[in-house]
């Protein structure tokens, strides 16, 4: 860790240098970096005016929201069961865009930056806004007459080690006729990486026994198409209906030679593995909203998703001098599906308080089929697993109410209730039906003495959404591991606690420290499992723990060292996780969790020539996974360099040269695999590989009609 903790200190004091010049100039300045200064029209909202955004040279309304100062865009949570947590942190024209099927990013993309007035940046709860437990809002005002363009990306991407040209494209269609707003959307993906695997294997006593040097090329495409329609009804009316289909095609060959641990040059053997995958997915949500009277509106909402897939088959074959020793065959498809109905509705009291109240349905279900055989080179048998065929299906039920107060200038306050019901039933290799029920409340208090300085105290009970998959068995082939399905796998829930500062210099430069910690109950894990065949890993919840956390975020104006127009933005943050090992009894971290990530993105605009250029770096230090019979070591070495130069002086277009993973550095595993399981012992192999992409160099072009 100690070779990062010299750049990170740097770049903090690079941060904190230009934010404590900002401060010194004062908030009454024109920042060099700003056509159009922010305005604060209250203690709880910022205003940033189009002209703000110039010096970014934004295409679309995506690249304003991804420039605003102390703000980063959540989707919310689609994956989670019904539709109360997939409302993200933004608005257009004061109303929530989001939904399950589509992602706020593409909604924002699909709006020219020419067609944004303003955004505005919610800082507290107030009656108007529903915050929906985040911590800020960002609010897109439209200018008047927007709502009709053609938005269009091409990337052509060149990848260094398969030497493969790769497009991607998507264009977006907006019209009205009349007062009714239709988009229509197609995006195309297509991929061919090439990834090299080095891996040498040791016995238990530290013996080479051999290497392995494998090409994994995969190939991959898919195409989704979107579209979305609103209109008036009535004069207090207004209903909105989205739709989005998603078809994918994943093929996957893998070829390893296998070499001697005592001389290298020496092939003994060969594996070779193939599959391929296909999925289709459609999703549609219909919202209806009716304004009752000033001060009450209603919100409906209606979700559906259908999709399913096939894959296989997997086939794992292994050689030696001799010929086939034996090949592994996979075959497995499914499907999932999700149904949810949401009432609820709004009351503004006054200017100090507001309540929303809501039901919620739910219906979810996931089916699957996992058939394995052995080829022994003579005959085909098949491969005994417990839970490989099955269904779970869960009816779920939500009530919730919310409380927003505003108390004076410098305090408000949002409160909130929910109360879950849900019941799990699953079929098959596996007979079994649950009942949940789980209390949630949550609570935010703001604190602004000024127009510049916010402090945030929250609380909050959350469930975490129940992963299907788990319920079933799964195999990893490439791996040689097989995970049972648990009927009885729980929901895991937390109890957080947070702690957030945030301080704003000028209209450009912001930095802010949450610390938080979190009471994890029925801590979502792997459990071992004892079966005649030997010890397996099974999902399962391992007991409670804590989760310690600091999150450091700032962006910064560069205008101190001499560079106008220029931009640094960081993230750091730090975990500290503990539970005792269901196996050993020890204390021991979270699995698959690192203790510190960080990130930074600079980015700088020469306005008059038309051009700019970047950089984005992302690392995560190293994180352990344990299993029954293995421990893995998950290494992120140097981490994600990515550069870009881009221009604007073209016809309008936005033309931009990139490459990313520019640092030729590979991620590496270290596995230690047990005999018999990893509390008893003793070592049986242990493994290290290297995993390279190599660098990807891109074009594109967008543009806006």
Known sequence: MTRFTAPIG??????????????????????????????????????????????????????????????????????????????????????????????????????????????????????????????????????????RSINWSARALYQTRSHRVVPHGEIFLTDRFGEVEVTVGLEGYWNGPEFRQDK???????????????????????????????????????????????????????????????????????????????????????????????????????????????????????YDAGGLKGADLLLLDGASGERALRQQISWTANANHSFDAALEGAFNFRETALDLFFDDGMSVSPVELPVSDTRVEEVRGEASLNHVWSMGTAYSLESGLRYEVSEISQSGDAVQERQFRFLKPSMAFIWTPDGVTRWRLAGLRDVDQLEFSKFASSVNLTDDVAVLGNPDYRPENTWTLEAEWERRFGDDATVSVVVGRDWVQDLDDYIPVVTPRGVFDAPGNIGDGIRNRVTLDWSSNLALFGMSNAVLDGFVEWYDTHVDDPLTGEDRPFSDTAEWELSFDFRQTFPEAQWAWGWDYYWLSDRSIYRARELREEVFTKGDLDVYVETSRFRGLTARLGADFIIEDPSQRERIIYARSRSAGPVALIERRDFTEGARVYIQLRGTL
């Open 200 to 318: 040498t294997v040791f016995n238990g006593q530290g013996e080479r026994l051999r290497f392995e040097d494998g090409i994994d090329q995969r190939r991959y495409y898919e195409y989704t198409p979107t579209a979305s329609i609103a209109t008036p009804v009535g004069a207090d009316g207004r209903v909105r209906l989205d739709v989005r289909g998603e078809f994918s095609n994943w093929r996957r060959n893998y070829t390893t030679r296998v070499r001697s641990g005592l001389n290298p040059e020496e092939v003994i053997g060969l594996e070779l593995f193939t599959t391929k995958e296909l999925e289709r997915e459609g999703s549609a949500t219909l919202a209806y909203s009716h304004r009752l009277s000033d001060a009450v509106e209603l919100q409906s909402t209606a979700f559906v998703r259908e999709s399913a897939w096939d894959v296989g088959p997997e086939r794992y074959e292994i």
């Open 10 to 147: 740097i770049c903090l004091l690079f941060s904190a240098s230009a934010l404590a010049q900002e401060e010194q100039i004062g908030e009454d300045s024109v920042s060099a970096a700003s056509a159009v200064p922010a305005v604060t029209t209250s203690e709880a909202i910022v205003q940033y005016r189009s002209g703000f955004f110039d010096q970014f040279t934004p295409v679309t309304a995506a690249d304003m929201v991804t420039r605003l100062p102390g703000f980063s865009l959540s989707g919310g949570d689609t994956d989670r069961r019904g539709l109360a947590d997939a409302f993200g942190n933004l608005l257009i024209n004061g109303r929530r865009p989001s939904d399950k099927s589509q992602d706020l990013h593409d909604i924002l993309d699909r709006i020219p930056a020419g067609d944004v007035e303003r955004i505005e940046l919610v800082r507290e709860a107030v009656a108007e806004f529903d915050m929906r437990g985040h911590g800020q809002l960002a609010n897109v005002i439209l200018r008047a007459g927007a709502g």
